[in-house]
């Protein structure tokens, strides 16, 4: 919202300066986010008088002007305005001085051959209106030589972000009563006197909706001149950023923007028949002030006649119902609509007006006979006309909040001690009302008071938050004790070890559009769809990461990425037991593209490939402190990957703590993405806590004694996971073997059809003293045996 410093005076006593009163307003917590000086942009413009117009010797649309600037010899301007004639005042911008429309300097030059000093300004020019059809005129008695800042009285411009919760200071009268409470200045309450109605309104107004307008007041004018509005009126619009544009119009926005009252004045002899507040009618349409049509709906509340919808109650007004020059007499309308209606119908037609921005944050329900009087003197003194009487349809809210208060929560809530007398000062200069036993009765506009802790924030803000105290939080003597979780804890150490495998880090919106939800939902009890989404492409929280890194990866390669590797650490929702919220942290990795570029050394490209993604998966899991050795891999990763590429890990049958591999071919075709692409999730919250888990880690003590290797080659069956067969010689003395690996597998010409040959490398790890050949062989003979209960054979 803005306003000039002249407009504040308005309502405000004060000689404080523009800086002043930003940093208090600031203090309160109205937060100032600009303030912009006219004066500055009308540097170097100043009042001139022409005292002489000749015509330009090669050009026939121009003149040679000899122009007063109050000092020194008079200087020769060229000028091509068809008003410019000798005698005339206006303003001239010298040389140095910048055009406030288009930021051109001026300078000194010459002009078909001719020396000009300068530019006679426009309106336009000058951002001042809309007229550029010549220059300015100013009248005779205009000081020539003063500054045209001056002369105009240029007033800096606040320009201030209200919060949602203060639609009493959407006003400029309103946030004089802050600062006045503040101690910057004495309040002016402007308020008109009731304007008595010479005759009976010839219009029936009334409200059929009293859920959606519970009160509906107006009245004519009639015999009024509907010209421009006085230049004090179109100084302090301009200020707040609106266009002048004629008095009936302007006096309705002044009144919005000076005390917060949104209103309407319609052209009598557009309307037919009663004036009503009802509800629309389905599929009813309205051209608005914005010169467009929208089509309504029942829960939308209007304001309409025997012919039609003229205005989107509260939101904007009709097209052919508006006042124009021609208008004589009008209907003005002003009224309390539902705020949460207003909000509602608003979003609806993706509509937003200054009007509604005040009327959904909710207007004074006690300032409507006010408003209506203050509009009804400002027509009759600057149109003329006579005043009907006021008809009065409904009531608005009447019942004040009322709080019981101690004032001694100002120091237990706020932090802050404040003398009782202090706070009844401040709470009474806001208006409230404050009896002996502190039953404080707050305003009808302050629809944000509802409990003693309001009261609380109001003292404190307008006492100062500066002067809140700043106390240390306690805290125990000796080192720090950690505070992250258990599970944070995890979460860093699986984020670091991603980045150091050369992932990038993504981070995807946790909402989805439903197809792409229900095409990983796995049946985990329903989607969480929002009955407000952001957009429809947004309208269900995400069961899987994998859809948000598809999407991140498609961007990827559509601007040429060649290989993309991303992980991303986040949660993934979905219906619990009974439809109870379920919500798990989840480490999602995507792998697509090339995972090799071509080159001389390798040939073609080479993509990834599931045992990439295994291999992931693994070391992340053991980065997180899984215990990897004890990990089965199984299939079942989901109907989403490939059957035949794909898998999971697991601990046990049940405890699923990864699935892995590449993507099915329907599920990059639903996303619209080339494949191979390989993706693993990693469901973080499977994961076993540790059985000692210590703030130190064990000690790193070397084997004293060489370890031994030894190579065993199995014939198993083709079927036989390789993995089973490692986990089974591991097993086979857990004293002594420390590790098993696969370091070949072979099948063809000297192996059976149906069998393959696994290589295993073995180490074993004397402690005490070194193994004998017996030992070794006996060590030996438990692992072939142990092997053999998976089917397998010793081969050589």
Same mark, same amino acid.
């Given at each position: 919202?803005?306003?000039?410093?002249?407009?504040?005076?308005?309502?405000?006593?004060?000689?404080?300066?523009?800086?002043?009163?930003?940093?208090?307003?600031?203090?309160?917590?109205?937060?100032?986010?600009?303030?912009?000086?006219?004066?500055?942009?009308?540097?170097?413009?100043?009042?001139?008088?022409?005292?002489?117009?000749?015509?330009?010797?090669?050009?026939?649309?121009?003149?040679?002007?000899?122009?007063?600037?109050?000092?020194?010899?008079?200087?020769?301007?060229?000028?091509?305005?068809?008003?410019?004639?000798?005698?005339?005042?206006?303003?001239?911008?010298?040389?140095?001085?910048?055009?406030?429309?288009?930021?051109?300097?001026?300078?000194?030059?010459?002009?078909?051959?001719?020396?000009?000093?300068?530019?006679?300004?426009?309106?336009?020019?000058?951002?001042?209106?809309?007229?550029?059809?010549?220059?300015?005129?100013?009248?005779?008695?205009?000081?020539?030589?003063?500054?045209?800042?001056?002369?105009?009285?240029?007033?800096?411009?606040?320009?201030?972000?209200?919060?949602?919760? /203060?639609?009493?200071?959407?006003?400029?009268?309103?946030?004089?009563?802050?600062?006045?409470?503040?101690?910057?200045?004495?309040?002016?309450?402007? /308020?008109?006197?009731?304007?008595?109605?010479?005759?009976?309104?010839?219009?029936?107004?009334?409200?059929?909706?009293?859920?959606?307008?519970?009160?509906?007041?107006?009245?004519?004018?009639?015999?009024?001149?509907?010209?421009?509005?006085?230049?004090?009126?179109?100084?302090?619009?301009?200020?707040?950023?609106?266009?002048?544009? *004629?008095?009936?119009?302007?006096?309705?926005?002044?009144?919005?923007?000076?005390?917060?009252?949104?209103?309407?004045?319609?052209?009598?002899?557009?309307?037919?028949?009663?004036?009503?507040?009802?509800?629309?009618?389905?599929?009813?349409?309205?051209?608005?002030?914005?010169?467009?049509?929208?089509?309504?709906?029942?829960?939308?509340?209007?304001?309409?006649?025997?012919?039609?919808?003229?205005?989107?109650?509260?939101?904007?007004?009709?097209?052919?119902?508006?006042?124009?020059?021609?208008?004589?007499?009008?209907?003005?309308?002003?009224?309390?609509?539902?705020?949460?209606?207003?909000?509602?119908?608003?979003?609806?037609?993706?509509?937003?007006?200054?009007?509604?921005?005040?009327?959904?944050?909710?207007?004074?329900?006690?300032?409507?006979?006010?408003?209506?009087?203050?509009?009804?003197?400002?027509?009759?003194?600057?149109?003329?006309?006579?005043?009907?009487?006021?008809?009065?349809?409904?009531?608005?809210?009447?019942?004040?909040?009322?709080?019981?208060?101690?004032?001694?929560?100002?120091?237990?809530?706020?932090?802050?001690?404040?003398?009782?007398?202090?706070?009844?000062?401040?709470?009474?200069?806001?208006?409230?009302?404050?009896?002996?036993?502190?039953?404080?009765?707050?305003?009808?506009?302050?629809?944000?008071?509802?409990?003693?802790?309001?009261?609380?924030?109001?003292?404190?803000?307008?006492?100062?938050?500066?002067?809140?105290?700043?106390?240390?939080?306690?805290?125990?003597?000796?080192?720090?004790?950690?505070?992250?979780?258990?599970?944070?804890?995890?979460?860093?150490?699986?984020?670091?070890?991603?980045?150091?495998?050369?992932?990038?880090?993504?981070?995807?919106?946790?909402?989805?559009?439903?197809?792409?939800?229900?095409?990983?939902?796995d049946g985990n009890g329903g989607l969480w769809v929002l009955e407000n989404p952001i957009s429809e492409d947004m309208k269900a929280m995400?069961?899987?990461?994998?859809?948000?890194?598809?999407?991140?990866?498609?961007?990827?390669?559509?601007?040429?990425?060649?290989?993309?590797?991303?992980?991303?650490?986040?949660?993934?929702?979905?219906?619990?037991?009974?439809?109870? *919220?379920?919500?798990?942290?989840?480490?999602?990795?995507?792998?697509?593209?090339?995972?090799?570029?071509?080159?001389?050394?390798?040939?073609?490209?080479?993509?990834?490939?599931?045992?990439?993604?295994?291999?992931?998966?693994?070391?992340?899991?053991?980065?997180?402190?899984?215990?990897?050795?004890?990990?089965?891999?199984?299939?079942?990763?989901?109907?989403?990957?490939?059957?035949?590429?794909?898998?999971?890990?697991?601990?046990?049958?049940?405890?699923?703590?990864?699935?892995?591999?590449?993507?099915?071919?329907?599920?990059?075709?639903?996303?619209?993405?080339?494949?191979?692409?390989?993706?693993?999730?990693?469901?973080?919250?499977?994961?076993?806590?540790?059985?000692?888990?210590?703030?130190?880690?064990?000690?790193?003590?070397?084997?004293?004694?060489?370890?031994?290797?030894?190579?065993?080659?199995?014939?198993?069956?083709?079927?036989?996971?390789?993995?089973?067969?490692?986990?089974?010689?591991?097993?086979?003395?857990?004293?002594?073997?420390?590790?098993?690996?696969?370091?070949?597998?072979?099948?063809?010409?000297?192996?059976?059809?149906?069998?393959?040959?696994?290589?295993?490398?073995?180490?074993?790890?004397?402690?005490?003293?070194?193994?004998?050949?017996?030992?070794?062989?006996?060590?030996?003979?438990?692992?072939?045996?142990?092997?053999?209960?998976?089917?397998?054979?010793?081969?050589?």
């Amino acid at each position: 919202m803005k306003f000039s410093l002249e407009w504040l005076k308005y309502f405000l006593d004060t000689e404080a300066s523009a800086a002043e009163i930003s940093a208090k307003l600031n203090a309160i917590g109205i937060e100032v986010e600009a303030i912009e000086d006219p004066a500055e942009r009308f540097s170097g413009f100043r009042v001139a008088h022409v005292l002489t117009a000749a015509p330009h010797p090669d050009a026939d649309k121009l003149q040679v002007l000899s122009v007063d600037t109050g000092e020194g010899d008079p200087l020769q301007v060229v000028c091509g305005a068809p008003n410019a004639r000798a005698g005339m005042k206006g303003v001239l911008g010298l040389p140095g001085a910048v055009v406030p429309v288009n930021g051109m300097e001026l300078r000194k030059s010459a002009i078909r051959g001719v020396e000009s000093n300068g530019m006679m300004c426009s309106v336009r020019e000058l951002e001042l209106g809309d007229d550029h059809d010549g220059i300015i005129e100013l009248p005779a008695d205009a000081p020539v030589g003063m500054a045209f800042a001056e002369y105009n009285a240029a007033s800096p411009v606040f320009d201030v972000a209200i919060t949602p919760n /203060r639609p009493d200071c959407m006003g400029v009268e309103g946030v004089a009563r802050d600062l006045a409470a503040a101690g910057i200045g004495v309040f002016k309450p402007v /308020r008109a006197e009731p304007v008595a109605g010479t005759f009976p309104c010839p219009v029936e107004i009334r409200t059929d909706d009293p859920e959606g307008c519970p009160a509906f007041y107006g009245r004519v004018i009639r015999g009024v001149s509907n010209g421009a509005s006085p230049d004090w009126m179109q100084r302090r619009l301009r200020a707040a950023g609106q266009r002048p544009i *004629s008095a009936l119009v302007d006096i309705t926005n002044y009144l919005m923007l000076a005390f917060g009252r949104p209103a309407h004045a319609y052209d009598l002899a557009k309307l037919n028949g009663a004036v009503v507040a009802r509800r629309a009618q389905a599929g009813e349409q309205v051209l608005a002030l914005n010169e467009k049509t929208y089509t309504l709906d029942d829960s939308m509340t209007v304001i309409a006649d025997d012919s039609g919808v003229h205005d989107i109650a509260g939101i904007m007004g009709g097209e052919h119902s508006g006042c124009s020059d021609s208008t004589t007499d009008v209907l003005l309308e002003i009224a309390y609509f539902d705020p949460e209606r207003i909000g509602v119908t608003g979003r609806k037609l993706g509509l937003s007006s200054d009007a509604r921005t005040r009327f959904e944050r909710g207007v004074d329900p006690a300032f409507l006979d006010g408003g209506l009087d203050l509009l009804t003197s400002l027509i009759l003194e600057i149109c003329g006309g006579e005043a009907s009487e006021v008809i009065r349809a409904g009531s608005p809210p009447s019942e004040p909040t009322v709080v019981a208060y101690d004032p001694a929560l100002a120091a237990k809530l706020g932090g802050v001690d404040i003398a009782a007398d202090e706070q009844r000062r401040i709470l009474e200069s806001l208006d409230f009302v404050v009896d002996d036993s502190w039953q404080v009765t707050a305003p009808l506009r302050r629809h944000d008071i509802e409990g003693a802790a309001d009261i609380v924030e109001e003292v404190v803000r307008i006492h100062g938050l500066d002067k809140v105290a700043s106390v240390a939080l306690p805290r125990v003597d000796g080192v720090a004790r950690p505070t992250a979780t258990p599970e944070q804890l995890r979460e860093r150490k699986v984020r670091r070890a991603a980045a150091a495998r050369g992932l990038s880090e993504a981070i995807t919106w946790s909402f989805l559009p439903e197809a792409d939800a229900d095409h990983f939902a796995d049946g985990n009890g329903g989607l969480w769809v929002l009955e407000n989404p952001i957009s429809e492409d947004m309208k269900a929280m995400r069961p899987s990461l994998i859809p948000g890194l598809l999407a991140a990866a498609k961007r990827n390669a559509d601007r040429g990425a060649d290989a993309t590797r991303l992980f991303e650490l986040g949660r993934r929702y979905f219906r619990g037991d009974a439809g109870a *919220s379920d919500e798990r942290a989840t480490m999602g990795i995507l792998l697509a593209g090339d995972k090799v570029s071509r080159g001389w050394a390798n040939g073609k490209a080479a993509p990834f490939d599931a045992y990439d993604a295994k291999a992931e998966a693994i070391a992340l899991l053991e980065a997180a402190g899984a215990p990897v050795g004890n990990l089965q891999v199984m299939g079942e990763a989901g109907p989403q990957f490939h059957p035949g590429q794909s898998g999971t890990l697991r601990l046990g049958p049940k405890n699923v703590l990864a699935r892995f591999g590449a993507l099915h071919p329907a599920t990059l075709e639903a996303f619209d993405i080339e494949g191979p692409v390989m993706a693993v999730e990693l469901f973080l919250d499977a994961i076993p806590a540790p059985k000692n888990p210590g703030f130190a880690r064990a000690a790193y003590a070397p084997p004293a004694l060489q370890a031994v290797t030894r190579d065993f080659a199995f014939l198993v069956d083709a079927s036989l996971p390789a993995g089973d067969l490692v986990r089974a010689v591991k097993g086979a003395d857990k004293a002594n073997i420390v590790s098993a690996r696969v370091f070949d597998v072979f099948a063809g010409q000297g192996v059976p059809d149906g069998k393959k040959s696994v290589a295993v490398e073995v180490v074993l790890q004397p402690t005490a003293k070194s193994f004998t050949d017996e030992e070794i062989k006996a060590i030996a003979d438990k692992i072939v045996t142990s092997a053999a209960k998976q089917g397998a054979e010793l081969r050589a």
